[in-house]
């Protein structure tokens, strides 16, 4: 069974900074595709950020320059750190994974899912 965990949400003021991280037990990182979603309070869901194991890491022109996506593969952990925070990223942060290796913004692509973490950026 695949779990995603997530951690390393709070509460921080603008201009700070915070690293997610997704944990990630019973799926396999020899091929992956993992990404970051987020979903604020009256919003839809989006995309943030993806990375995978064949074509690299993608970001939403929201976070570019501020947020960087990686992996551990000895962790299985892919983490999200992200900088110069705004009171627009608050939400709550998403990590999913799919199982064929090509990553994706697309949510809908996305099997497994883990439970969510709060980022809440205050001005």
């Known amino acids: 069974e695949v779990q995603l965990v997530e951690s390393g949400g709070g509460l921080v003021q603008a201009g700070g900074s915070l690293r997610l991280s997704c944990a990630a037990s019973?799926?396999?990182?020899?091929?992956?595709?993992i990404a970051w979603f987020r979903q604020a309070p009256g919003k839809e869901r989006e995309a943030v950020s993806c990375i995978s194991s064949s074509d690299g890491s993608f970001y939403a022109d929201s976070v570019k320059g501020r947020f960087t996506i990686s992996s551990d593969y000895a962790k299985k952990t892919v983490y999200l750190q992200m900088n110069s925070l705004k009171p627009e990223d608050t939400a709550v942060y998403y990590c999913?994974?799919?199982?064929?290796?090509?990553?994706?913004?697309?949510?809908?692509?996305?099997?497994?899912w883990g439970q969510g973490t709060q980022v809440a950026v205050s001005s």
């Open positions: 999913a994974a799919k199982n064929y290796p090509i990553a994706s913004m697309d949510s809908s692509k996305y099997y497994f």
């Open positions: 019973g799926y396999t990182f020899d091929g992956y595709a």
